[in-house]
C-alpha cells in the first residue's frame, strides 16, 4: 500500500506530548474501519506539529 503523511497543527494550548499518544491510541483502535495501518508519528512539540505516516489504498 502507498504511504501518507498526515500533517497537523495545533492550535490548542494545552496539547502535550502525552495528548498525541492518547489521539494516536484512539487512531489504532479504529485504523481497521478505514483501511489504514498507522506506521508513525513524529512530533514537533515547539511548533505544535504532529506528522502521521500512514499506509493506506489509493
Do not use: T
Request: glycine share 4%; charged share 25%; with cysteine.
Amino acid at each position: 500500500m502507498p504511504l501518507f503523511i498526515d500533517i497537523h497543527v495545533v492550535e490548542d494550548k494545552a496539547f502535550s506530548e502525552i495528548a498525541l499518544q492518547e489521539g494516536h491510541h484512539k487512531d489504532i483502535a479504529v485504523q481497521h474501519r478505514f483501511g489504514v495501518k498507522h506506521v508513525k508519528y513524529f512530533l514537533n512539540l515547539p511548533e505544535k506539529k504532529v506528522f502521521c505516516l500512514m499506509e493506506a489504498p489509493q
